[in-house]
């Protein structure tokens, strides 16, 4: 069995200030992570993900997550964040035999001006 | 690449009635694709893990009957929504798995449905 907790429903915070969105995770196997965002009324978008290898992790529209394997967490960071970037961020991971996701429950980013 | 679309994207029925979803992968082929639910302001919740040419593995608590899921080609699932009810009003939203090794534990979203049932 595999569960994500994501800290933090909503983080709201001033445009070009930094971010952190927290995730754990617990697992009985390897898992792969992911960071999805979702604008309202759409879809998933993938940000990024951790598979293997190094353990800090680029994305697209300059996201960026470390995975720490001893404290089992996997948050998301950017540097400086537009109002754009307002939206649903969802931590999952994925059993990698049986390719289902388990997400959390979501964290609400909201920049403001 | 790796586009998958969902139709319709809203729809509208009266209760009783049974509503069809499709979930295409467009430009790659899918031999898992996956059905979630999402409520309001919630996390996404696995209803059904579907294989294409066998039946759909469902999630604990989700009936079976209720929400039939055919997987029928390699770029084609539909969730069919039978005896609709208000309480299954909902955002369901389909993921495909590609079967490109490199790309492989990846899942591509569909933009999702919007059903109301009145």
């Known amino acids: 069995a595999q569960s994500v907790t994501q800290l933090d429903s909503q983080v709201p915070v001033f445009e070009e200030a930094p971010v952190e969105l927290r995730c754990n995770y617990s697992?009985?196997?390897?898992?792969?992570l992911f960071w999805y965002v979702q604008y309202p009324n759409q879809g998933l978008q993938l940000l990024l993900k951790y598979l293997s290898g190094s353990t800090l992790v680029k994305g697209i529209n300059g996201f960026e997550a470390e995975f720490n394997k001893s404290q089992t967490s996997f948050h998301l960071r950017k540097p400086s964040v537009h109002i754009s970037d307002t939206a649903e961020y969802f931590c999952a991971v994925s059993d990698p035999s049986a390719g289902k996701s388990t997400f959390g429950d979501g964290t609400t980013l909201t920049v403001k001006p | 690449g790796a586009v998958v679309s969902q139709h319709p994207s809203r729809v509208i029925c009266k209760s009783g009635t049974s509503v069809k979803i499709e979930c295409r992968s467009l430009?790659?082929?899918?031999?898992?694709m996956f059905w979630y639910r999402q409520f309001p302001k919630k996390s996404l919740m696995l209803m059904a893990t579907s294989n294409e040419g066998s039946k759909a593995t469902y999630e604990q608590g989700v009936e079976k009957d209720k929400f039939l899921i055919n997987h029928a080609s390699l770029t084609l699932s539909t969730l069919t929504v039978t005896s609709a009810h208000p309480e299954d009003s909902s955002f369901y939203i389909c993921?495909?798995?590609?079967?490109?090794?490199?790309?492989?534990?990846?899942?591509?979203f569909g933009p999702g449905t919007r059903l109301t049932v009145l």
């Open positions: 697992s009985s196997v390897s898992v792969y």
């Open positions: 430009d790659f082929q899918a031999t898992t």
């Open positions: 993921s495909a798995r590609t079967m490109m090794a490199t790309r492989y534990n990846e899942q591509f």
